[in-house]
């Protein structure tokens, strides 16, 4: 596989100062765009630019893609939004927004732009809103029980080359679980919402227990200097609202061919109508009307070149494809905007292309912990989260999940975006090992990403050069110490676990195999949570932001 010839289209040296000039501009403008100020909310790990974290129920956690173990010949995407929901979080809980559009999309060709979008658009239903304030009123067993008086449906469309499709109309997402009382059997109502999609494929919105697990004291000098600060999982008992899609592979392959082109890339966005985040409490409001006849998304595009941010248009607001990418290595000033634009731009964008080549995470290990940094310029980064991996791609010797390896693919068109990518080609794992790639486990992280891929680990490995150099650096090797999510992943469709349902600072008395105390670094402190940043270990900063730094690998590809 050569995958050379795509260095065919980067311009000479004069050409890509301006070219990155543009990028910068690009973000500029579109910080502008999205300048309103957010309105106060609890701090979550989650939440990784300042102007989402107003705006929770646009805010995209993760995003997993893999291969169905049960049905191999399909893959499933979760994406994850509304961080760090408490369980006892009445009387409103945590409906999804319904004036956003929550998209998956899917990039087969490696242009950077979605050649498949699913999009959800949410609607509100309320039995009696002029004398009851509960939730629910009563035991709830069904999805339309008269005793769920807050409920909402859904529209599930699909854009393609053949345009868009509706692929379901007026379903019922799944409430979120009240408690035992209220929703005694929640895993009879995640099947009543888990519906079939025609031409195959399946899809479940709603509730569940957030699968991402990670120690958040990093922050007090990585670990407490020697790393005596580890095992405590701070996102045990925390749910999220889910949405995932199961959907046969050559739905998503090139020309319809996984055989041929089994490489995709997968993220998720939120779009909203103008050019703004909004605060928590101005936008989806329970019992309003959502927009339902609004403009197709505009695919991650920035909003208008003029500054206004009018129109009617819907414009994306947040962004997420690999993990802990924005949360650490997009300067603050740029953060913003990094989540309004597509990953067609991130290679024309250069405010962190020094931090990721030259990474400062490797530099304070090696001050604290004497683990000598990697050599730079770290090129194995940039092909990690920024090509995909193949032998000709990088220093990474193995052909493993760029684009540039699908048979059908105009290498040309080749274009470098920070998306998370899957090569569905790759069986799935009987035994999965957490550390993914690394553990010499193929079907895993950065290959796609499963539920339980420990991706805190397997970047801190990654940022400390044992992607290029094959081994595991052993006076890291037990990274944070938590190595599962707080409640397993079920064994079948939609796979994530149900949510909790004990207070979060009950979560470590009430269930110890989860870690302990979800309430540890949360409630136990007092009304805002004092972590930011759950991802913030560094792995964030190998993790090209970016999608920027091509500009420098040019430089060396023409040496």
Not at 195 to 207: I, K, R
């Amino acid at each position: 596989m050569d995958c050379s010839r795509s260095r065919r289209r980067f311009p000479a040296r004069p050409a890509e100062r301006a070219l990155a000039t543009t990028g910068i501009l690009a973000l500029v403008s579109a910080a502008a765009l999205a300048g309103l100020t957010p309105g106060v909310s609890s701090a979550s790990s989650h939440r990784e630019a300042p102007l989402i974290a107003g705006d929770p129920k646009a805010d995209n956690t993760d995003v997993y893609a893999f291969t169905s173990p049960d049905k191999p010949d399909t893959v499933t995407m979760v994406a994850n939004w509304i961080p760090f929901e408490e369980p006892n979080g009445g009387p409103n809980f945590y409906p999804f927004a319904n004036d956003a559009h929550y998209n998956i999309k899917i990039d087969s060709n490696g242009d950077g732009k979605a050649d498949t979008t699913y999009t959800w658009s949410f609607t509100d239903h309320i039995r009696d809103a002029a004398h009851q304030f509960l939730y629910n009123t009563g035991v709830v067993n069904k999805l339309d029980d008269p005793t769920l008086n807050f409920r909402q449906t859904y529209d599930l469309t699909v854009t393609d080359a053949r345009g868009t499709r509706t692929l379901l109309k007026d379903a019922p997402a799944a409430p979120s679980n009240v408690g035992k009382a209220s929703t005694p059997n929640y895993a009879s109502l995640r099947k009543q919402a888990t519906l079939q999609l025609p031409g195959g494929g399946q899809t479940y919105a709603g509730q569940a227990s957030d699968p991402f697990f990670a120690d958040l004291r990093v922050f007090d000098l990585l670990y407490g200097g020697n790393l005596s600060e580890t095992g405590h999982n701070t996102l045990a008992g925390y749910n999220v609202n889910t949405i995932t899609i199961q959907v046969p592979k050559k739905d998503l392959a090139l020309g319809g061919n996984p055989t041929r082109n089994p490489v995709i890339g997968v993220w998720s966005t939120t779009d909203r109508q103008g050019a703004q985040v909004s605060s928590s409490g101005s936008k989806g409001a329970q019992g309003t009307s959502s927009n339902r006849d609004a403009d197709a998304a505009n695919d991650g595009k920035a909003p208008g070149k003029d500054g206004s941010g009018a129109g009617s248009g819907w414009h994306q607001v947040s962004r997420l494809g690999n993990p802990l990418v924005n949360e650490v290595v997009v300067p603050l000033k740029y953060k913003d905007a990094f989540n309004t634009i597509s990953p067609d731009q991130d290679h024309t964008v250069t405010p962190v292309v020094d931090a990721v080549k030259d990474p400062i995470l490797p530099k304070v290990v090696q001050s604290i912990y004497g683990v000598p940094a990697p050599a730079t310029p770290r090129n194995d980064l940039v092909e990690i989260f920024l090509s995909g991996i193949c032998k000709a791609c990088g220093p990474i010797k193995a052909d493993l999940n760029s684009q540039l390896l699908n048979a059908d693919v105009d290498k040309n068109a080749f274009t470098p975006s920070e998306e998370l990518r899957l090569n569905m080609s790759v069986a799935p794992t009987a035994k999965p090992n957490r550390l993914g790639v690394l553990g010499q486990d193929l079907a895993g992280f950065p290959n796609g990403r499963r539920l339980t891929d420990d991706v805190l680990d397997i970047e801190l490995q990654a940022l400390e050069g044992a992607a290029q150099s094959g081994k595991i650096v052993q006076a890291l090797a037990a990274g944070d110490g938590v190595n599962a999510p707080y409640s397993p992943p079920g064994a079948s469709f939609p796979y994530v676990a149900l949510p909790s349902t004990a207070a979060v600072n009950q979560a470590g008395s009430l269930s110890p195999d989860g870690g302990v105390g979800a309430g540890f670094g949360g409630t136990a402190f007092g009304g805002n949570f004092p972590v930011v940043a759950a991802t913030a270990v560094g792995g964030g900063v190998l993790l090209a932001g970016a999608g920027v730094l091509a500009l420098r690998r040019r430089r060396t590809d023409r040496t």
